[in-house]
């Protein structure tokens, strides 16, 4: 008798685990264009580069060649390179804005990138909580099932049930 109700616990069990909803809010992912595959790895590959130390070496040598060569420095030590852009350097500078202007939108698409990846773990959270409070409800009610058929089992006892 006691063995068909823990059988019939076990049922119980497997149809709340079909009807189960879950009471876990889904996590908020915004609607986002997947970046294409090469646009995501070049994208990627510009960004690595230009949070890099070398990116930095590079322009240090390349701001100082400029400004030597525009200010005569290498001109009067016999280089032969003439200035091309007179102080206050504007070639130098719209170069530079447009330069800043390009790193900012590689450094938003990095953003979206890193967004999309949190947005993935978000879900794959989403799915593991789901999964953990389905498997713990389920040994919940098994749990009931035993204590109801150890109760059975023993019959009343003198001693009061832990709470």
Not at 3 to 24: C, D, G, K, P, V
Not at 31 to 50: H, K, M, P, S
Not at 54 to 70: D, E, G, P
Request: no cysteine.
């Amino acid at each position: 008798m006691a063995s068909s109700e823990l059988h019939q616990a076990l049922r119980a069990s497997a149809e709340w685990n079909r009807r189960h909803a879950s009471t876990i809010p889904l996590p908020i992912l915004e609607g986002r264009r997947q970046l294409r595959l090469v646009e995501n790895v070049f994208a990627g590959r510009i960004t690595d580069f230009a949070g890099s130390m070398r990116f930095v070496y590079l322009h240090a040598l390349f701001f100082a060649l400029w400004i030597a060569v525009n200010l005569g420095l290498l001109a009067a030590m016999g280089f032969g390179l003439v200035p091309f852009d007179p102080y206050p350097f504007g070639l130098l500078t719209l170069a530079v804005s447009l330069e800043a202007i390009f790193l900012s939108t590689f450094v938003m698409i990095a953003q979206n990138r890193q967004s999309a990846v949190a947005d993935e773990r978000a879900q794959a959270d989403y799915a593991v909580n789901v999964k953990a409070e389905l498997e713990i409800s389920r040994l919940t009610a098994l749990v009931e099932a035993l204590i109801r058929h150890h109760a059975y089992v023993e019959g009343p006892s003198s001693e009061s049930p832990p709470q």
